[in-house]
């Protein structure tokens, strides 16, 4: 339970999303989420998770109970409000039951076939009005913190409460996905009309969940600094820069950071080898499995690249793809993981087939061999377009996978590169390119393996990688502090 002590007793915040991990994942946000909310519970703040009553959600919950009825809504017979609690959680979580529209199994945007359900407006209008709703209950929140244009809706909602009401807070965790509305469905969103405004949630003609929650919540942050300045321009804004310019001064991008459970070489259980920084030579064990495994040539000399993550546009996986000769030219080896795009996925495969004993693939999600990757590798590339912050690249820091990235977003607030002159030559953790996506991949890896061969140079970089402290109770800090003050201006 949070302490009764200090400035943040009593302190209460409802956390709105819809990805936790280990429960339901497709992005960061789950491991956000599942971090989070603990961290802030040790700062002595009472936060509860409120997500969407969705089977990856039912299935795990103890101790169900409804807590509040909302009555039919948005096309589902009953909207209800449970109680319950999540395995070896101390955070209490509350499900957003509505059976009709939240009852599908896999992932919570799309159907099996990846098409999005044609329902999304409605089933996120829903989770908006009844998180809102929520907040009005017993259980009253200070702070609605809502994440995503999932529950964009949220802080509209609230602004639709007259008197006093919770303060709000919308993260934006990616820009790129928006919830557009066309206009013809605007009405089923169920707001009031004067919300379908250019002061409000109207977006050319339609609507948008992110604009709404960047429109109407009282403070905004994000992922990362550099990602806060970014989307207030017109490269980074995706349509939506001159309002969250308008915003900049209620605007804050604090980053993620790592849960030191989860991702620890010295406790991982899923690598074949723990290490730390004092032993850091065993880590080459881990490296001599995941060769064998992916029948890559038993080499500990030939730099291992690996690369985690969606193959979409976003990350640069194509970038990637065309430096692929590179790589194998330059006597290195590549192991991917990913899934997505499927031109992706088919170029990713023919790389193997050309290049086998040097580049491998493994076209799926995961956890487990993630873990094995991180263990195993000495540098994860994440060439990203653009990228709000970025996790991948952290958890390399903690496991001296050295990261190769581009400088923007999280990647550039989080990676130091190694021949930089800056700031002092030893604070460097790893490589970003000169430029941005697809100008100068080559060269920054040529650096990278150029070092990889100076052992006591690269074991340096290693050791500040891991050094590194992107821990959650840093950001839970900055929260915290943010919380505190939207508390004293609502009183
Ligand atoms: P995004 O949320 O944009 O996908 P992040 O870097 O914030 O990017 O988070 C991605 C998360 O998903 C990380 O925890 C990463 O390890 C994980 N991940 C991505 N792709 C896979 C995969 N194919 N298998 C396992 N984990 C994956
Ligand atoms: C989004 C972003 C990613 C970020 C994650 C968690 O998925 O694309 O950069 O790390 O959210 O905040």
């Known amino acids: 339970m949070p302490s009764d002590s200090g400035q943040d007793a009593g302190l209460r915040v409802a956390y709105a999303v819809v990805e936790v991990y280990p429960y339901l994942k497709t992005g960061g946000l789950a491991d956000v989420s599942a971090a989070l909310p603990p961290a802030l519970r040790k700062q002595g703040i009472d936060a509860r998770l409120v997500v969407p009553d969705l089977p990856a959600f039912s299935g795990v919950v103890s101790h169900r109970e409804r807590v509040q009825i909302l009555g039919p809504a948005f096309g589902a017979s009953e909207v209800a409000v449970a109680r319950a609690r999540l395995p070896d959680s101390d955070v209490p979580i509350y499900l957003i039951e509505a059976a009709e529209l939240f009852d599908r199994p896999g992932n919570p945007y799309v159907d099996e076939n990846g098409i999005e359900y044609a329902d999304n407006h409605r089933r996120f209008a829903l989770f908006g009005w009844a998180v809102a709703r929520f907040a009005d209950g017993d259980w009253r929140p200070d702070i609605v913190h809502a994440h995503d244009w999932h529950a964009g809706l949220v802080p509209a909602w609230l602004a639709s409460i007259p008197g006093p009401r919770p303060a709000s807070i919308f993260t934006i965790h990616n820009l790129a996905y928006q919830g557009l509305v066309p206009a013809a469905q605007v009405p089923e969103l169920g707001l009031p009309s ?12 339609g609507a948008s969940f992110m604009k709404a929650g960047i429109y109407f919540a009282d403070a905004l942050t994000t992922v990362s600094p550099t990602y806060a300045q970014e989307i207030q321009s017109t490269t980074g804004g995706m ?51 995941l060769q064998s495994q992916f029948g890559l040539r038993a080499d500990l000399n030939a730099p291992l690249c690996i690369a985690i993550s969606r193959l979409i546009e976003q990350k640069g996986i194509d970038v990637l793809l065309d430096v692929v000769p590179d790589i194998v030219d330059a006597g290195a080896q590549l192991l991917v993981l990913g899934s997505g795009d499927q031109r992706l996925e088919a170029r990713l495969t023919r790389c193997t087939e050309d290049y086998p004993g040097q580049v491998a693939a493994y076209i799926g999600y995961d956890d487990g061999l993630s873990h094995q990757m991180f263990g195993g590798g000495d540098l994860i590339i994440v060439p990203s377009r653009f990228e709000p912050c970025g ?17 923007v977003g999280g990647l550039a607030d989080t990676v130091v590169d ?56 840093r950001a839970a800090e900055q929260y915290a502090e943010l919380y505190r003050r939207l508390r004293r201006e609502s009183i």
Do not use: C
Not at 392 to 403: F, I, K
């Open 391 to 407: 996790l991948t690249q952290l958890y390399g820091l903690r496991y001296a996978t050295l990261p190769i990235v581009t400088p």
């Open 239 to 289: 349509g939506l820069e001159g309002l969250l310019s308008s915003r900049s001064s209620d605007l804050i991008g604090i980053l993620n950071g790592v849960d030191p459970e989860l991702w620890n070489p010295a406790t991982d259980r899923l690598l074949e080898v723990n290490y730390d920084a004092n032993r850091l030579h065993l880590k080459a064990q881990n490296k001599v499995v």
């Open 194 to 205: 004067r919300f379908h405004d250019v002061d409000g949630i109207e977006y050319h003609g």
């Open 418 to 473: 190694a021949d930089q002159t800056t700031t002092p030559p030893e604070s460097g953790n790893g490589f970003v390119t000169r430029g941005p996506a697809g100008t100068d991949l080559r060269s920054t890896l040529t650096r990278a393996f150029d070092r990889y061969h100076d052992a006591t140079r690269y074991h340096q970089l290693q050791q500040n990688a891991m050094s590194a402290d992107f821990s959650w109770t």
